[in-house]
């Protein structure tokens, strides 16, 4: 089932947005809210004369991609799967987000103290105009990636936004 714009219960934002992302995971798992998940540790290399060499684990940072939508504002937005083409975990307690709409350019830093609620802000641009703006998050993951799902207040509107990342490689523009 799918709303139209105009059906949009302005009062509860957060029911509303859930049928406009997916919970699911490719293989139909729901997504929990949970720490992120850790890249696994390498295991133990063994040197030419037989010693074990510990090789430090490359846990952070992991690089993503993905797309993030949102839906508020005074004048009842609906943005759907605007590209990420770069965001990153620098650690399992802050994650940065990048992306542009349009001509706004949106630099997303966020902060957290448990791994799970994040708090940070926002800075937007439209051409020469910026503005700082509060946002809050709560990261939810499973086996293929992340789900920011948050909200901020902005021009005397309310907005809720999700974010849907997954670890790559490499970024879109990332040269070898």
Not at 9 to 17: E, F, I, L, Q, W
Not at 47 to 56: E, K, N, P, Q
Not at 80 to 103: F, G, Q
Request: net charge neutral; aromatic share 10%; charged share 30%.
């Amino acid at each position: 089932m799918s709303k139209k714009k105009n059906e949009l219960d302005t009062r509860n934002y957060g029911d509303d947005v859930l049928d406009y992302i997916d919970l699911f995971d490719k293989h139909g798992n729901l997504v929990h809210a949970a720490k992120p998940p850790v890249p696994p540790v390498p295991k133990k290399s063994v040197a030419g004369d037989g010693r074990r060499r510990r090789s430090s684990p490359k846990r952070f940072p992991v690089k993503l991609v993905g797309n993030t939508s949102w839906i508020g504002g005074p004048d009842q937005d609906i943005i759907l799967r605007v590209p990420i083409k770069r965001a990153i975990l620098r650690s399992d307690s802050e994650i940065v987000v990048d992306c542009n709409c349009d001509t706004n350019q949106y630099a997303v830093s966020l902060k957290s103290k448990d791994g799970l609620h994040f708090d940070g802000e926002f800075t937007g641009r439209n051409g020469t105009n910026a503005w700082t703006v509060q946002v809050r998050a709560t990261l939810y993951s499973n086996s293929s990636g992340y789900l920011l799902f948050g909200s901020w207040v902005e021009e005397d509107g309310d907005y809720v936004w999700c974010a849907e990342i997954w670890p790559t490689e490499r970024f879109p523009d990332e040269k070898r």
